[in-house]
C-alpha cells in the first residue's frame, strides 16, 4: 500500500477535475440518445438522415477536438507559468484560439449551403433521406463556428484546472438542444413541426447559447480567463504551436473514423450477428468505461501541464504515475466486474441467442483491453501537456493498421481463428498503443519539447 500514500493528493486532485468532466460525457450521451429516439418517431428515412449527417459533422468535431487539444496544452502550461511568476500571456493564448476557431469554423457554412444534397448523396442515399440529410446537413454546418469556440473554449477553462464551469454550460446547452429538439421535432405547443430539421435547429441553438455564455465568462469579471482585443502585436508563436499540437490529434481523430469501415467489414465477415454483437459491446463500454477513461486523459494533461509550466518536470512525471496507479485500481475494478457481468449486460440489449454469445465475447476482450487503453489515454494526456500529440498519433495509426485490422484479419481469416482472432487483434491493439507512448514517457524527451514551447512564448 505505499503507492497509495505515495500518490493519495494526486488522486484527490484528480478526482476534483473529474467527477465534472464524468458527468459532461453523460450529458452529451444523453443528448445524442434523445435525437436517436426523435428521429425514430418520425421516420425510419429521418433516422438516415440524421446518421448520415451525422457522419460529415464528425469532421467538425474531429477539428474542434484537434484544437481543444492545442489549447488545453497551452492554457495549462501558461498556469502554470504564472504561478511560477512568469510573464502572463494567457489571454493572448485564450483570444488566439478562439478567434482561429470562429475562421476555420466559416468555410463550413459555405460548403453546407452549396454541397450538402452531394454530400448526402454520394452516401448511397435515396430521395427523400437526400432531401432530409442535406437540411439537417446545412443547419449543422451552419452552427460550426459555434461548435469549435464551444470546444476550444471549455478546453480553455480545463486547462486552467476550472472544470466545473465547462460542466455547467454543457448542462444548460444539452439540456436546451434536448427540449428545443422535441420541441420543434414534434411540433409540441405553439412550436412549429419541423421534423429533421427541428433536431437540427435544437444543435444549432444549444451551440449558439453556449458560445454567448462562454464569451460572457470570458468578458465579464467572473473568470481567471479573459478575452484580449486583436492587436497587430500579437505573437504569431502561439497559433503555430496550437497548430503543431491540433493538427497530428485532428488526424488521429480522423483515422480512428477511416479505419472503423474496413473494420466493420471485417466483422460482418461472420454475420450480421456477429456486427450487431460488437456494436453493442461497444456501446455498453462506451456508456460505462468511456466517460471515465477520457476523463482520466484529461487530466492527467491540465496536472501535467501546470507542473510543467512551472518547471517541475518531476512533478508532472510523479502526478501522471498517480494516474497510471489510479487507473489500475479503478478501471481494473470495473472491467472486472464487467467481465463477470458481462452476459446481464448484453441481454439488455438483445434477445437472439447468437448475438448474446458473440456480444459476451467481444465485451469481455474490450474489458481485458480496457485497462491498456486508459494508460494509453493518461499517457497520451501527459504528452499532450508537453505539447507532443504526435508520438499518440503515431503510435495508433501503426497499432490500429497492423494490429486491430491486420492482426485480426490474419488469425481470424487465414489462421481460421474466427472471431477469437479479432478478440486478440484488439487487445494486442491497445496494448501496443500503451507501449508505444509509454516509450516516449520514459525517454523523457517530452520535457524539452514542453520546456522550449513555454520559452517560445516568453522570448523577450
Known amino acids: 500500500m505505499a503507492f497509495y500514500y505515495k500518490y493519495i493528493s494526486i488522486w484527490k486532485e484528480a478526482f476534483i477535475l473529474a467527477w465534472p468532466l464524468i458527468i459532461n460525457h453523460i450529458f452529451v450521451t444523453a443528448m445524442r ?47 502554470g507559468a504564472i504561478e511560477a511568476g512568469a510573464d502572463d500571456n494567457i489571454e493572448e493564448v485564450l483570444s488566439q484560439v478562439i478567434l482561429i476557431g470562429f475562421v476555420l469554423g466559416l468555410p463550413f457554412i459555405l460548403i453546407g449551403w452549396a454541397f450538402s444534397d452531394l454530400m448526402i448523396s454520394v452516401l448511397g442515399a435515396e430521395q427523400e433521406v437526400i432531401e432530409l440529410g442535406a437540411a439537417y446537413l446545412f443547419i ?77 465568462i470570458f468578458l465579464l469579471p467572473i473568470s481567471s480567463l479573459t478575452l484580449k482585443p486583436f492587436s497587430p502585436g500579437w505573437d504569431l508563436t502561439i497559433a503555430v504551436q496550437l497548430f503543431k499540437v491540433s493538427i497530428p490529434r485532428s488526424l488521429q481523430g480522423g483515422y480512428q473514423s477511416l479505419i472503423t469501415f474496413p473494420f466493420n467489414a471485417l466483422v460482418l465477415l461472420f454475420g450480421t450477428e456477429a456486427a450487431a454483437a460488437y456494436h453493442i459491446a461497444r456501446r455498453i463500454q462506451q456508456q460505462l468505461m468511456a466517460p471515465l477513461q477520457r476523463a482520466f486523459g484529461t487530466v492527467t494533461t491540465i496536472m501535467a501541464g501546470h507542473k510543467l509550466g512551472r518547471s517541475n518536470p518531476g512533478a508532472s ?106 478478440f486478440a487483434g484488439l487487445i494486442v491493439d491497445y496494448g501496443f498503443q500503451f507501449l508505444w507512448v509509454g516509450r516516449r514517457f520514459l525517454t523523457d524527451s517530452w520535457i524539452e519539447e514542453a520546456e522550449e514551447m513555454i520559452a517560445e512564448r516568453h522570448k523577450q
Open 140 to 216: 449543422i454546418f451552419a452552427a460550426a463556428p459555434f461548435r469549435l469556440i464551444t470546444i476550444i473554449s471549455a478546453r480553455c477553462l480545463q486547462g486552467t484546472g476550472d472544470t466545473r464551469s465547462p460542466m455547467i454550460v454543457d448542462i444548460i446547452s444539452n439540456a436546451v438542444n434536448i427540449v428545443l429538439s422535441v420541441l420543434l421535432a414534434l411540433g409540441l405547443f405553439w412550436f412549429p413541426e419541423l421534423g429533421v430539421r427541428g433536431v437540427g435547429w435544437g444543435t444549432f441553438s444549444a451551440k449558439f447559447l453556449a458560445t454567448v455564455i462562454y464569451l460572457a
Open 317 to 422: 512525471r510523479e502526478s501522471t504515475e498517480g494516474m497510471l496507479w489510479l487507473t489500475a485500481v479503478t478501471i481494473g475494478a470495473l472491467a472486472l466486474l464487467l467481465f463477470v457481468f458481462a452476459p446481464a449486460a448484453v441481454s439488455v440489449f438483445s434477445d437472439d441467442a447468437a448475438t448474446i454469445a458473440t456480444g459476451i465475447g467481444f465485451l469481455r476482450a474490450l474489458c481485458l483491453a480496457a485497462p491498456l487503453l486508459t494508460f494509453y489515454r493518461v499517457i497520451s494526456g501527459h504528452l499532450t501537456a508537453a505539447g507532443d500529440t504526435r508520438t499518440p498519433f503515431y503510435g495508433l495509426v501503426i497499432s490500429q493498421t497492423l494490429f486491430k485490422l491486420g492482426l485480426g484479419y490474419l488469425l481470424s481469416v487465414p489462421l481460421g481463428l474466427g472471431l477469437m482472432g479479432i
Open 33 to 79: 440518445t434523445t435525437d436517436m429516439i426523435l428521429t425514430g418517431y418520425i421516420s425510419p428515412a429521418a433516422v438516415t438522415a440524421v446518421g448520415l449527417g451525422d457522419v460529415w459533422e464528425r469532421i467538425i468535431l474531429r477539428l474542434g477536438l484537434g484544437l481543444g487539444a492545442g489549447s488545453i496544452s497551452l492554457v495549462s502550461q501558461e498556469t
